[in-house]
């Protein structure tokens, strides 16, 4: 999870070196395309997989949750300091537990509900919304949280149908499909060096992908998510010293009453999983 972050850290902090000569749908279509080298070891899967239409709707659903979000995740990268961008990525999983009571009739307990106030109010101390002026990143970032919570909350009925190879396959070819009409209409030639960046950029958020797959099998999200924490350390740190963004005490304040909202929901929910199933005299409790 330590590598997990810094990883998605240096993927924000590689896109925000591009500035804004490439638009963001065009930045975000190449760092797809260019990603597609790592689908090489999966592509037979992915060629032999048999999908239902009910599975064809649930990953087209999935890529435009997706690309959407992507275009507005690269557009607020360009437009706000790379701490405020990864302490409100932190919503994701707020927005999915709030998406999974409206649509998959999950129940939600009282304390829940109020983490997910608590992590709200966290967003608000991040935007302070009346005592400064709100970018417009701010509010593609709000867009972003609540877009990638639906992404999500699709491939969680897709991971219980699907292997991770077709379900992060699948993912990868419809955002590509999805990203290539944005990107046409606003083309801006890159540079050698730019596609370089971008490369860099698929690289490291292959590697943080996988990092994280290997972080969730060794070990239950309730250890594995206070790590993520350190996203918003290594974005300061990052900001300040390449970016000349200067620490904010109410960013990282914001960040942190949020990131500890979402470990409480993800404890409560394993502790929920825990009752019901009690693990054999020989299996590992945990």
Same mark, same amino acid.
């Given at each position: 999870?330590?590598?997990?972050?810094?990883?998605?850290?240096?993927?924000?902090? +590689?896109?925000?070196?591009?500035?804004?000569?490439?638009?963001?749908?065009?930045?975000?279509?190449?760092? @797809?395309?260019?990603? +597609?080298?790592?689908?090489?070891?999966?592509?037979?899967?992915?060629?032999?997989?048999? +999908?239902?239409?009910?599975?064809?709707?649930?990953?087209?659903?999935?890529?435009?949750?997706?690309?959407?979000?992507? *275009?507005?995740?690269? @557009?607020?990268?360009?437009? &706000?300091?790379?701490?405020?961008?990864?302490?409100? =990525? @932190?919503? =994701?999983?707020?927005?999915?537990?709030?998406?999974?009571?409206?649509?998959?009739?999950?129940?939600?307990? %009282?304390?829940? &509900?109020?983490?997910?106030? %608590?992590?709200?109010?966290?967003?608000?101390?991040i935007l302070r919304p009346g005592f400064r002026a709100l970018?417009?990143?701010?509010?593609?970032?709000?867009?972003?949280?609540?877009?990638?919570?639906?992404?999500?909350?699709?491939?969680?009925?897709?991971?219980?149908?699907?292997?991770?190879?077709?379900?992060?396959?699948?993912?990868?070819?419809?955002?590509?499909?999805?990203?290539?009409?944005?990107?046409?209409?606003?083309?801006?030639?890159?540079?050698?060096?730019?596609?370089? *960046? +971008?490369?860099?950029? %698929?690289?490291?958020?292959?590697?943080?992908? @996988?990092?994280?797959?290997?972080?969730?099998?060794?070990?239950?999200?309730?250890?594995?998510?206070? &790590?993520?924490?350190?996203?918003?350390?290594?974005?300061?740190?990052?900001? %300040?010293?390449?970016? =000349?963004?200067?620490?904010?005490?109410?960013?990282?304040?914001?960040?942190?009453?949020?990131?500890?909202?979402?470990?409480?929901?993800?404890?409560?929910?394993?502790?929920?999983?825990?009752?019901?199933?009690?693990?054999? *005299?020989?299996?590992?409790?945990?």
């Amino acid at each position: 999870m330590v590598a997990t972050g810094f990883c998605f850290v240096m993927v924000t902090a +590689l896109v925000k070196t591009l500035g804004g000569r490439i638009p963001a749908a065009e930045s975000a279509f190449l760092r @797809y395309l260019l990603g +597609l080298v790592f689908l090489v070891p999966f592509w037979r899967q992915i060629v032999d997989m048999r +999908l239902s239409r009910r599975q064809w709707g649930l990953y087209g659903v999935r890529g435009v949750f997706h690309t959407l979000g992507v *275009i507005c995740w690269f @557009y607020a990268m360009t437009r &706000i300091p790379i701490a405020e961008v990864t302490a409100m =990525n @932190y919503l =994701n999983p707020v927005y999915v537990s709030i998406l999974a009571v409206l649509f998959l009739g999950e129940t939600i307990a %009282a304390r829940r &509900i109020l983490a997910i106030v %608590a992590a709200l109010a966290g967003a608000l101390l991040i935007l302070r919304p009346g005592f400064r002026a709100l970018d417009p990143g701010h509010v593609a970032m709000i867009f972003t949280a609540l877009l990638f919570a639906g992404s999500y909350l699709t491939m969680k009925i897709l991971s219980g149908q699907q292997s991770a190879a077709v379900v992060v396959g699948m993912l990868s070819l419809t955002v590509t499909l999805g990203l290539a009409p944005f990107a046409a209409l606003d083309w801006v030639t890159p540079t050698w060096g730019e596609l370089g *960046i +971008l490369f860099g950029v %698929a690289s490291f958020a292959t590697a943080g992908h @996988y990092a994280m797959t290997r972080a969730f099998a060794a070990a239950p999200l309730t250890v594995t998510q206070p &790590i993520t924490f350190l996203q918003l350390v290594w974005s300061v740190a990052i900001g %300040a010293a390449f970016f =000349n963004e200067p620490p904010d005490p109410f960013v990282i304040a914001g960040g942190g009453v949020i990131i500890a909202s979402v470990t409480f929901i993800t404890w409560r929910e394993a502790r929920a999983k825990r009752r019901q199933i009690t693990p054999g *005299i020989h299996e590992t409790k945990g």
